[in-house]
């Protein structure tokens, strides 16, 4: 019984951990909007508005309130799932946030299958052949990935892979031929294109996805390699692969049974924040391939000045970020005896 106590007291604790956090991601949001020096009633009105039509508008938007008075009624209006209405576009964030984070989604999460597979085993490889040429390939190849600019490389593999070669559709998520005959039903391209039953244009969506993907992929295996590499070798350090040396155990055998398990938080954490990086840091790649998510949607909302969708997509990551990093937490617990 005081096993169980302890238990809920813990989730309870990390349920207002969660709670404190979100509400202060909310709190820096709204700040953030409220000291934004674009005016959000001249970008309704116009410059060319009455004073009379502005002070109705700026009355009507509840700018003309103290802050505390605002941000109640911003929680309240979040509360029924209202964001405002996007100026760049004349649609409800929301709606607009929801039907641009599942590309976002749909390219992370398949740069994060390819990124982590192979930088994981990678990574052990290099630990495994530490100081080979192999290694020195392999760490040369992820310095890159850390050090290239991934806008610069986007346009070398269009230029490359499309323009010359022509080994992959361009920029977009479909061609032209069937933009406008697929439903979006789910907002999942891949998902979409299958279930209309239209195998060529489900080819030609995966035609899309594929240089995005190994894009986002390679920089996520660079960052992955790296940390797998580091952690592998500092465990093999320890007693107890000295221990299973001694007792014939090979350096695979070893790297796979004993240090892998070991290190499996560590893994968590850092395929998660590869994760989340990729879902808040795809700006640039979503410009270069013309990908239409979020960081797409929230470059165009920067350049128009647009702060309502702004804090729309910035409350969105954010609380991705949170969700996605306390679920590793517990996940990492869960898994590792150590940490509990």
Same mark, same amino acid.
């Given at each position: 019984?005081? @096993? $169980?106590?302890?238990?809920?007291?813990?989730?309870?604790?990390?349920?207002?951990?969660?709670?404190?956090?979100?509400?202060?991601?909310?709190?820096?949001? $709204?700040?953030?909007?409220?000291?934004?020096? !674009? #005016?959000?009633?001249? @970008?309704?009105?116009?410059? =060319?508005?009455?004073?009379?039509? /502005? &002070?109705? !508008?700026? =009355?009507?938007?509840?700018?003309?309130?103290?802050?505390? !008075?605002?941000?109640?009624? /911003?929680?309240?209006?979040?509360?029924?799932? #209202?964001?405002?209405?996007?100026?760049?576009?004349? @649609?409800?964030? +929301?709606?607009?946030?929801?039907?641009?984070?599942? *590309?976002? %989604?749909? %390219?992370?999460?398949?740069?994060?299958?390819?990124?982590?597979?192979?930088?994981?085993? *990678?990574? !052990?490889?290099?630990?495994?052949?530490?100081?080979?040429?192999? &290694?020195?390939?392999?760490?040369?190849?992820?310095? +890159?990935?850390?050090?290239?600019?991934? $806008?610069?490389?986007?346009? +070398?593999?269009?230029?490359? $892979? /499309?323009?010359?070669?022509?080994?992959?559709?361009?920029?977009?998520?479909? &061609? #032209?031929? /069937? @933009?406008?005959?697929?439903?979006?039903?789910?907002?999942f391209v891949l998902i979409d294109t299958w279930l209309s039953g239209d195998h060529e244009a489900f080819k030609n969506a995966l035609s899309h996805l594929v240089l995005p993907v190994l894009l986002l992929a390679y920089y996520a295996l660079a960052s992955i390699t790296r940390l797998t590499r580091s952690a592998c070798l500092s465990e093999m350090n320890k007693e107890y692969i000295l221990l299973a040396r001694a007792k014939g155990a090979g350096e695979m055998t070893i790297l796979l049974r004993h240090v892998l398990p070991n290190i499996r938080g560590t893994l968590l954490t850092v395929i998660a924040l590869s994760w989340t990086g990729m879902l808040e840091g795809a700006v640039l790649t979503e410009t270069v391939f013309s990908w239409p998510g979020i960081g797409r949607y929230l470059t165009t909302a920067l350049f128009a000045g647009d702060t309502t969708a702004i804090m729309g997509g910035t409350l969105l990551i954010g609380v991705c970020f949170v969700l996605i990093n306390n679920l590793t937490d517990l996940l990492v617990k869960l898994t590792d005896p150590r940490v509990r």
């Amino acid at each position: 019984m005081p @096993q $169980f106590s302890t238990h809920v007291t813990r989730v309870l604790q990390g349920l207002l951990t969660l709670l404190l956090t979100l509400f202060g991601l909310l709190l820096v949001t $709204f700040a953030l909007s409220a000291l934004s020096p !674009v #005016d959000r009633v001249l @970008q309704i009105v116009g410059d =060319h508005a009455s004073q009379s039509t /502005y &002070d109705q !508008v700026r =009355h009507q938007l509840g700018l003309d309130r103290s802050l505390p !008075v605002q941000f109640w009624h /911003y929680l309240q209006n979040l509360a029924h799932g #209202d964001l405002g209405i996007a100026s760049a576009t004349g @649609q409800p964030v +929301l709606h607009d946030l929801l039907a641009a984070f599942p *590309a976002t %989604l749909e %390219l992370a999460t398949l740069a994060l299958v390819i990124g982590a597979f192979s930088g994981v085993i *990678a990574g !052990v490889l290099c630990a495994r052949y530490v100081g080979s040429p192999l &290694d020195l390939a392999v760490r040369t190849f992820t310095l +890159l990935g850390n050090s290239v600019p991934v $806008f610069w490389l986007g346009l +070398l593999m269009l230029a490359l $892979f /499309y323009a010359k070669l022509q080994w992959s559709a361009g920029p977009g998520r479909l &061609d #032209d031929i /069937y @933009q406008f005959t697929v439903e979006a039903k789910t907002g999942f391209v891949l998902i979409d294109t299958w279930l209309s039953g239209d195998h060529e244009a489900f080819k030609n969506a995966l035609s899309h996805l594929v240089l995005p993907v190994l894009l986002l992929a390679y920089y996520a295996l660079a960052s992955i390699t790296r940390l797998t590499r580091s952690a592998c070798l500092s465990e093999m350090n320890k007693e107890y692969i000295l221990l299973a040396r001694a007792k014939g155990a090979g350096e695979m055998t070893i790297l796979l049974r004993h240090v892998l398990p070991n290190i499996r938080g560590t893994l968590l954490t850092v395929i998660a924040l590869s994760w989340t990086g990729m879902l808040e840091g795809a700006v640039l790649t979503e410009t270069v391939f013309s990908w239409p998510g979020i960081g797409r949607y929230l470059t165009t909302a920067l350049f128009a000045g647009d702060t309502t969708a702004i804090m729309g997509g910035t409350l969105l990551i954010g609380v991705c970020f949170v969700l996605i990093n306390n679920l590793t937490d517990l996940l990492v617990k869960l898994t590792d005896p150590r940490v509990r």
